[in-house]
């Protein structure tokens, strides 16, 4: 016989947390004494690999949710999108690391494993990870095509899996040597500060250019809310930046779309307005923790859909183009999706006033920075500390460094005087 406890909240406080601590606490000691019809084994059925894992009823009582993909996403004839259709990923694990790695073990993953992270990183998970994988070590030194390479030509040939534990330098590096070297990826992150968490391509740096470049989407992505809440703030406001970044990168797709002829993937687009779904939930209604999970997810479905059309089209327009101008120019690291949201700002606007397919009620300009708001996205260039200058030089010329993906950029090409008037009308000075 089950209960139902009914959660009582007091503000964003679960009164009855403890309850379930307790009971969790609880199935662990008395996990050795368990009944027989209960047992472990009772729990396990044979996969179609011919191994043998756990029921989803085991994964779910150490407390695991678990997103499946895979075969589960439609084909490309049964999306009728015309475009070949990737589905590498097969699951995303929600739930607490040690035992997300238990099921990574169980599932048949293949060994041996290269274990990704930088200094921070290795402190926060990936110590526990190398030693529960059993796997090798590598430190990452920073998101460029040299350390990429470096990595790629010591792991090649030597290991079946490679894991990154970390935020989007670890977890791009790491895609980029497994994609090189032919094994397999899966994805641990730390942070939630990108979509790169399920993406086929790494954001590299080469040349003092950040480069787009083909890499390997993960086979399993872990995701553990605990140690997600622990990153920065500001890293979690560039997730929900680089989610709020869709709502202008989805219509400059349309954009090619309906004016060029483009090829487009209603399958993916769906996974592009979960993201959204989550995003706005996440800061209108939920509370700091749960946030969190409702965060990580949507970078997931942002993820898969670029995963689907084998590049970062569904989720990359303007606004992005915007940022990777200001990668280039500028003298500090700004979080990369906060420069997308103070790229999409503007970019809204602009698509309000010459895009007859915008959004229109959903999404328009003061909405959009009600959500940075509520994100923790700084809402003024002098608070973000970008120049001036610099952002409309960005927005006049970043069209310039991907002239074949079609954006409102591309439609309409900015001078100065209209991109400070934008930036004016929308409050960014």
Not at 387 to 392: D, K, Q, S, T
């Amino acid at each position: 016989m089950y209960h139902y406890f009914p959660l009582k909240r007091s503000g964003s406080v679960c009164l009855d947390s403890r309850i379930f601590e307790y009971l969790g606490l609880l199935r662990l000691h008395l996990w050795p004494y368990r009944f027989k019809s209960c047992d472990k084994n009772h729990l396990r059925t044979p996969n179609h690999r011919g191994k043998r894992i756990y029921h989803i009823r085991y994964w779910a009582w150490l407390g695991l949710r678990i997103l499946r993909f895979g075969d589960r996403l439609p084909s490309s004839e049964e999306c009728g999108c015309g475009l070949e259709h990737d589905r590498t990923l097969k699951e995303v694990i929600i739930g607490p690391l040690e035992n997300s790695l238990e099921y990574v073990l169980e599932s048949g993953a293949e060994e041996p494993f290269a274990v990704f992270y930088d200094k921070v990183t290795y402190e926060v998970a990936g110590r526990f990870v190398q030693k529960i994988l059993n796997g090798g070590g590598f430190f990452v030194e920073g998101p460029t095509y040299e350390e990429a390479e470096e990595k790629f030509k010591r792991v090649k040939g030597l290991f079946k899996t490679i894991v990154g534990v970390g935020g989007g330098t670890v977890i791009d590096v790491a895609k980029y040597a497994a994609f090189k070297s032919g094994a397999n990826f899966i994805s641990i992150p730390t942070s939630p500060s990108h979509d790169g968490i399920a993406s086929p391509t790494a954001s590299l740096f080469s040349g003092g250019k950040r480069v787009s470049m083909k890499a390997r989407a993960p086979i399993i992505s872990l995701i553990d809310p605990s140690i997600l809440s622990t990153a920065p703030r500001f890293l979690r406001a560039s997730g929900f930046g680089d989610l709020i970044a869709k709502i202008v990168s989805l219509k400059d797709w349309q954009l090619g779309r309906d004016e060029l002829g483009e090829p487009y993937c209603k399958t993916a687009e769906s996974f592009v307005l979960k993201s959204l779904r989550l995003m706005t939930e996440a800061l209108e209604t939920l509370d700091a923790f749960e946030k969190i999970e409702y965060l990580a997810e949507g970078l997931v479905y942002s993820g898969v859909a670029m995963m689907l059309v084998g590049s970062s089209r569904p989720a990359s327009g303007s606004e992005h183009l915007i940022s990777h101008y200001l990668d280039m120019n500028l003298k500090r690291r700004i979080p990369h999706g906060i420069q997308c949201a103070l790229g999409a700002l503007p970019m809204a606007l602009y698509h309000e006033k010459y895009n007859d397919n915008w959004w229109k009620d959903e999404y328009d300009w003061m909405r959009i920075k009600i959500l940075m708001e509520r994100a923790g996205i700084p809402l003024t260039l002098k608070d973000a500390e970008i120049p001036e200058n610099l952002m409309i030089q960005a927005m006049v010329e970043a069209w310039k460094i991907r002239p074949n993906r079609y954006t409102i950029l591309h439609k309409r090409k900015l001078d100065p005087t209209e991109a400070r008037k934008l930036l004016i009308d929308v409050q960014l000075i």
